[in-house]
């Protein structure tokens, strides 16, 4: 019953703990109450998921400068992730773009064919369409950010932007995009495909609605009254 119920968590794309490590699941297993299964069990129960043996993270530690900021959405950083050589299985798209509020952590996705200015206004604009927009956007100085077109559509939705040859500048939304691809990876080993588009806002919404460590909270429960 104990390991139907693991299951049932660990394999279902938008749960909270879906694709996740011992202390998020063991967290959503107390918070739902629906069974007591102790940490010892859930570790032992992980390392039998071909998804957690084979997609097992190796760490490095860099020492980093810490992004500060004073507010909700008060800055943000972009990204694009690669996935051109999966693209034939996904509707012909070839990129992520990848966004985060760098307070909160929250984030956003949306698939693009093609990183072109135009690709990336409409990408964006779906975002801050959704109710929130950034006083300023952090990225790489790529051309997709540095274009004429993208730099225009910034300034009408009066958002200032900034670039940084160095990448480890914009490591909040590189650590999500390897936060984002370990849960992809481990989608496709226990579903045998890599066929991700119609489930892409699924895994987005998980990480979302699960604790995140550095703020002690989830990224969906953090608004301006608690900041």
Known sequence: MAEKYLSQLYYNPEHPASFGGVDSIYRVVKEEGKHQI???RIRTWLKKQDTCTLHKPVRFNFKRNRVLVGGFDEQWEADHVIMD?????????????TVIDVLSKYAWVEPIKTKT?????QAFGKIIKKGRKPEKLHTDKGTEFTNRMFQKFL?????????SHNET????VKRFNRTLKGKMWKYFTAKNTVKYIDIIQKLVKSYNHSRHRSIGMKPADVNKDNE
């Not at 999966?86 to 773009?97: A, C, T, V």
């Not at 300034?155 to 670039?163: S, T, V």
Request: proline share 0%.
């Open 169 to 172: 500048k914009a490591s909040i």
């Open 155 to 163: 300034k009408e939705n009066n958002i200032r932007f900034f670039a």
């Open 85 to 97: 050589s999966l693209s034939k299985q996904n509707n012909g798209y070839n990129y992520l773009l």
């Open 117 to 121: 200015g135009e690709s990336l206004v």
């Open 38 to 40: 102790s940490r010892n």
